[in-house]
């Protein structure tokens, strides 16, 4: 069930399941209209001639042609914005984007709905109270193509401009991060050190390298009762594995057959993904705010810092102990320093001559060391890591002086 969703979760997030829905509507109407004619009142249909279905049928078919090349245009040129005024690993986001695939699909599914229309007209299927029912469904279709065309046109002002991607990514990241805060080890045992007694033996290699974008806690765990055997989990969602890397640690040997089952448990991919991975969007964050940095857009970077620190704030906020539903799995937490690595250093190095950048810096990290103990370490190790870029890269010693004077707020 859980493998399931993430197969559903995938499907949502690509255009073709959509457009294959409007083609299919297209041929349903065509069914309906030659399979139900005969329960439709004669009244009715001579309300409705050919020549009025086949003009609206036609304007479509050649309206929607036009508007589908006009919006892949406009969206691909938001793609490139994103790739060069944000970063690549943006566009995953952009592409993913609800409105603009309702709109895309919306318009060649109406396309291609009106060609299956015409042709059917065309073959004399629709006759009578056939050409009613094409009728009524082309006036909802025509119904829809309006209300969707408004949404387009509201949602191109601000299809990849840097600061609607911006917030797509911290939507993205904020999401994973509160889904990983809720369940920190995924309902298993909390994962410290594995046995020392346990040997390359027990090791579950992957067979092929590349990122872990999930693992499904409930197959593996079912897998784990029926053998009778505990597993470390080394390999969450935003590992890099290398082939023949560990992706487990078992407490005791099994059969390859069963082996091969654990492996199908952990779905890896050649790129990271948002959904399940909680770094990779504070990774993507702080990518922008380096990429703004050799363009002087200060403002980007000051704005990344802050949503930076409004994710790394909800992680603290939102955690919850984690109730063991999977007594034979143990999974490591998140680290929280790895957390701050991803969001702060890139920034704190490419940042390093830009007062402002290094001011909001600092403050945002005394902001998350004032949050527990357990943000307090990292957030005075990379406080220190950019006081020591800026002490380099600031000229005057009055900026560096107060960078000084915010960082020791921290260590009071």
Known sequence: MSNLRFVFLNL???????????????????????????????????????????????????????????????????????????????????????TTQNALSTFLGTFVFSLVGLIALNMGIYEGGGRFILFVCTIGIVILIIITFIRWIERLTTLGRVNETNGLIEKAAAKAITLRAHKPTFGCNLLTTIPSELSEKNMLTAEEGGYVQYFNVQKLSALADENGVDIYVLATPGNY??????????????????????????????????????????????????????????????????????????????????????????????????????AFNLIARDAAGAFEVQARLQKTLVSLGSLGESYRTSAIKYSQRALQYSEKNLFLEEEKDELRRIAGELRL
């Open 12 to 98: 949502s997030k690509k255009i073709w399941p959509k457009i294959t829905a409007y083609a299919l509507l297209g041929v349903l109407s065509t069914l309906a209209g030659a399979a139900l004619k005969r329960y439709i009142p004669e009244e009715l249909s001579q309300m409705v001639g050919v020549d009025t279905v086949r003009n609206i049928l036609t304007i479509l078919a050649s309206s929607m042609l036009t508007v589908t090349t006009f919006s892949l245009s406009t969206t691909v040129s938001a793609y490139g914005a994103a790739t060069s005024n944000v970063t690549p690993r943006a566009t995953t986001l952009i592409t993913e984007d609800k």
């Open 241 to 342: 594995i290398d082939p023949g890397a560990a992706l487990a640690v078992l407490s005791k040997t099994v059969s390859e057959e069963n082996l091969t089952a654990l492996r199908g448990c952990f779905t890896l991919a050649e790129q990271r993904a948002f959904e399940h991975d909680p770094r990779f969007g504070l990774c993507v964050l702080a990518e922008v705010a380096s990429r703004a940095m050799p363009a002087n857009d200060h403002g980007t970077a000051l704005d990344i810092v802050v949503r930076l620190g409004r994710i790394l704030a909800l992680y603290i906020a939102e955690k919850q102990p984690d109730e063991v539903e999977f007594k034979r799995l143990w999974v490591r937490e998140l680290c929280i320093d790895d957390l701050f690595q991803d």
